[in-house]
Antibody, heavy 127, light 107 residues
Framework: QITLKESGPTLVKPTQTLTLTCTFS??????????VGWIRQSPGKALEWLAL???????RYSPSLKSRLSITKDTSKNQVVLTMTNMDPVDTATYYC???????????????????WGQGTLVTVSS | DIQMTQSPSSLSASVGDRVTITCRAS??????LNWYQHKPGKAPKLLIY???SLQSGVPSRFSGSGSGTDFTLTISSLQPEDFATYYC?????????FGQGTKVEIK
């Protein structure tokens, strides 16, 4: 059974750097195709894809936030860490991490999806 | 970024109703489309992957269809536990953008 859990501060001040940790079990980065992503949801808004890290340490970021984001993994601890610099009140959101599954359908086609997700952690940005 | 547009943004329906939600991509994404159900205070739950494949454990009243740019999520007979917000997500490009969501409310 795969589980993920986010942890980090619930309150950060504007301009500070946010560091969130996703601790997971039930899978390993030693498995080809595995990835962990971060997604957030601001109050009353839609889900927003933030970043993704793959088993081979390849990293992808949302272009609109790329300059502020960093994603890393600690394979020995089964953790993925997301840092976001220069936090602003508009970054107030529930932050989720999720396991990314990649499945080969043949003919060079891979499909991928997020399942399962962590329960999320609410981060408020306020002075 | 690939833009995903869902419609409607909300709907009211009764238990037993057939519900259809549509999702349109700003460019062709083949069948790289996933659907999630999200309830307040809960983790989003995968319903459908690769446009039409039902995730294990998800009731068969949920189905997905479409390819290219136009996709549909159908709930054949709405149940009380289905009242939630539904999101489509494209996994063709990075970032894997989500639609704006469709809130399904009780009529």
């Amino acid at each position: 059974q795969i589980t993920l859990k986010e942890s980090g501060p619930t309150l950060v001040k504007p301009t500070q750097t946010l560091t969130l940790t996703c601790t997971f079990s039930g899978f390993s980065f030693s498995t080809s195709g595995v990835g962990v992503g971060w997604i957030r949801q601001s109050p009353g808004k839609a889900l927003e894809w933030l970043a993704l890290i793959y088993w081979d340490d390849d990293k992808r970021y949302s272009p609109s936030l790329k300059s502020r984001l960093s994603i890393t993994k600690d394979t020995s601890k089964n953790q993925v860490v997301l840092t976001m610099t220069n936090m602003d009140p508009v970054d107030t959101a529930t932050y989720y991490c999720a396991h990314r599954t990649s499945y080969y359908y043949g003919s060079g086609t891979y499909y991928n999806w997020f399942d399962p997700w962590g329960q999320g952690t609410l981060v408020t940005v306020s002075s | 970024d690939i833009q995903m547009t869902q419609s409607p943004s909300s709907l009211s329906a009764s238990v037993g109703d057939r519900v259809t939600i549509t999702c349109r991509a700003s460019q062709t994404i083949s069948s790289h489309l996933n659907w999630y159900q999200h309830k307040p205070g809960k983790a989003p739950k995968l319903l459908i992957y690769a446009a039409s494949s039902l995730q294990s454990g998800v009731p068969s009243r949920f189905s997905g269809s479409g390819s290219g740019t136009d996709f549909t999520l159908t709930i054949s007979s709405l149940q009380p536990e289905d009242f939630a917000t539904y999101y489509c997500q494209q996994s063709y490009g990075t970032p894997g953008t989500f639609g704006q969501g469709t809130k399904v409310e009780i009529k």
